[in-house]
Nanobody, 123 residues
């Protein structure tokens, strides 16, 4: 069993920055990757970023590449998502997920999910 807790969401103006955190606890030895996904009301869940835990390999969604950066602290079992140059269309609930997916960008391949943190970007 793995528990994930997101934090760091909030309200920012367009062009601003926000840093999200995802802390993992429980039996984290079964985790090979952690990903970030977002979902706005009435829209499909969207891949944001993900990282392979052992190699620190990262991948980003097309709409956030160049603006968002994912990093991890292995000692604390925590990952971060630094979001810069935020746009109103980035408004969504952001979720972290953990598991052992072959393709780290596919949400259905993850086993554990956090409760999400709200990010709202005003214009």
């Amino acid at each position: 069993q793995v528990q994930l807790v997101e934090s760091g969401g909030g309200l920012v103006q367009a062009g601003g920055s926000l840093r999200l955190s995802c802390a993992a606890s429980g039996d984290t030895t079964c985790i090979s990757a952690i990903g970030w996904f977002r979902q706005a009301p009435g829209k499909e869940r969207e891949f944001v970023a993900a990282m392979r835990w052992s190699s620190a390999y990262t991948n980003y969604g097309d709409f956030v590449k160049g603006r968002f950066t994912m990093s991890g602290d292995n000692a604390k079992n925590t990952v971060f998502l630094q979001m810069n140059s935020l746009k109103p269309e980035d408004t969504a609930v952001y979720y972290c997920a953990a598991g052992s997916p072959g393709d780290i960008s596919i949400s259905t391949l993850y086993d554990f999910w956090g409760q999400g943190t709200q990010v709202t970007v005003s214009s």
